[in-house]
Each structure stands twice: as C-alpha cells, then as structure tokens.
C-alpha cells in the first residue's frame, strides 16, 4: 500500500511469489498474469496487457524467479524497461538471491540501473544468511522517499535492532562472504543430485546453484491433490496451483526445495522417493 492504492492493477508473472497474492489480496492491489515463455516474462504479453489494462506497476524478480526459476536475460531486462518507461509502471524488482548475480555469466544489469527513476529495488539476509534473520534492503528513487516512509510508519513496519546488528557485523567481519560460499557449494551438490533422479527437468545459466528448481508434470489438472497426495508419504513439494493468479494456464509443476533438508543424504532419500511416487502415478 505504500506505492499502490487500493484497486490499482499490477503486473506480474503468470506464476509468481505466493505471498504476493496473499499480500495482493489483503489490500484489495488486483495482480494482472502475464505469459511467459522459455526467457521469462513474455514482452508481447506485457505490451498486451499496458495497452488492454491502466497498469499502476509491475512486480518482477529477474534472477531465478520463484517458483519457476526463470532468469531474464539483458535483452528482456531492456525491453521490459523500455515498455515500462512508455507507459510509467512503478517497478518492484525482488532481487531475493541477489549473491547469485555474480554467478550469472552473462553478467545482466539489475532492472533498477536502466530504469532508476521507476524501480524499487528490494532484497534481504534471510537467503544470504539464514531464514530467520529478517533484515531487508530497500533502493527506492528520491521522488518517492517521502511516500516509503510514510508507508513505514503508518503500517508500524520495524527491524529488530539485534537482526541489523548481526547483519552489519556479518558483513563487516567477512562472514557473509564464508557463509555464501558454503551455501553455493552445497546447492551445487544438491542439484547434483537433483539431476540424477530428474536428468530432464528444465535448466539455465543458475540452477546449478539454486535451492528449488521446477519439475514439470504430465497428466495432471490439479497440483494441490499432487501435493496432499505427497504429504501423505511425508514429501513436501509446493504445486503451481499455489502460485497462479489465474486457471489460464496448462503448465503443471512441482517446486521442489533443495534446501530444507538436514543433510545430503536426507534429500537424496526424498528425491528417490519423490521419483518413485511421480513414476508411479505416471507424472513425470
């Protein structure tokens, strides 16, 4: 509520963060699907909907978008800040594995460098450090400084001063640095794994190094029975039912988390499972 009003229309991906349509949905904000293909956020589909809908703003996480670990390349991020120059979209970029960037060999701009006046740039320690350090970091343009702090203050939005100082001396003593380097090296193994069970899962320039990945399904219309059916062995896997704003689509999924495991060894046990059962009811 802090850059929409109640009833503005937001652009986003057809399969976008769950808690953003919960977030959506509390404030009365009406999220607009745009199609997306092998690159992302399809450019046709969003000139589509500026044209079709008043757009207030576009919400969009460029580096392995959750859940569909999508990654945009420069050319996208050009043209979708071309378009949002042209018709004066308020942009939230949601950089949450902002360490990976550099993992990236392309190399790509963040969406706030090419449209700086437009975009607000949104990233934490929770995934850089651990889940339960919530500390975030906000880049906002000037114009819009004195309207963000009204936001905070009116919702009484605060940081734990212990969050920030953990966070500030992490940084400050070089661990950040450690602790990623630890998390990149078993998320590479992780996904090794990952491949062995799943060789033909969909990847790019980061799902070595990612902590989900997209495991599309087959004969299926409704991934919420998938998940209460993998819930009854003990699995645990999001379907992207959960994370569509609308039916329109025909692309069914699993995300399955890399990283919520205790050991190696545990999500190997997982997978094989999670295989086993896919197979069995001819998913996969």
């Known amino acids: 509520m802090t850059l929409f009003s109640s009833g503005d229309k937001i652009a986003v991906d057809e399969f976008t963060y769950a808690n953003l349509i919960a977030t959506a949905q509390l404030n009365n904000l009406h999220l607009v699907a745009i199609k997306n293909d092998q690159g992302g956020m399809n450019i046709e589909a969003l000139k589509h909907a500026c044209q079709n809908n008043n757009l207030a703003g576009l919400y969009i996480m460029p580096e392995y978008s959750n859940p569909t670990g999508a990654v945009l390349s420069v050319a996208r991020r050009k043209e979708i800040a071309t378009i949002a120059q042209e018709y004066g979209l308020k942009i939230i970029e949601d950089d949450y594995l902002s360490f990976l960037s550099k993992l990236n060999p392309e190399r790509p701009p963040k969406i706030m460098e090419l449209l700086p006046d437009q975009t607000c740039y949104v990233c934490s320690m929770s995934k850089v450090l651990a889940s339960g350090l919530r500390v975030g970091y906000l880049v ?3 114009q819009l400084a004195q309207q963000i702090k009204n ?3 009116n919702t009484t939005v605060k940081t734990s ?5 953990i966070a500030s001396m992490a940084i400050k003593e070089h661990v950040v640095q450690q602790i990623i380097q ?5 998320a590479k193994q992780a996904n090794i794994l990952f491949e062995q069970y799943f060789p033909t899962a969909p990847t790019n320039q980061l799902t070595d190094y990612a902590f989900f990945r997209r495991l599309p399904l087959k004969n299926v219309q409704n991934t919420a029975k998938v998940e209460q059916a993998l819930a009854n062995i ?5 379907g992207s039912d959960r994370f569509q704003i609308n039916a329109s689509s025909n692309d069914h999924f699993l995300r399955v988390s890399l990283s919520a495991n205790k050991s ?6 997982g997978l094989k499972k999670l295989r086993k ?3 069995k009811s001819n998913l996969i």
């Open 140 to 142: 906002f343009p000037a």
């Open 151 to 153: 936001g905070f203050f």
């Open 161 to 165: 001063t212990l969050n920030t100082a």
């Open 182 to 186: 630890n998390k990149v090296t078993l």
């Open 234 to 238: 003990n699995i645990r896997c999001f």
């Open 264 to 269: 190696l060894d545990e999500l190997e046990t």
């Open 277 to 279: 059962f896919l197979q």
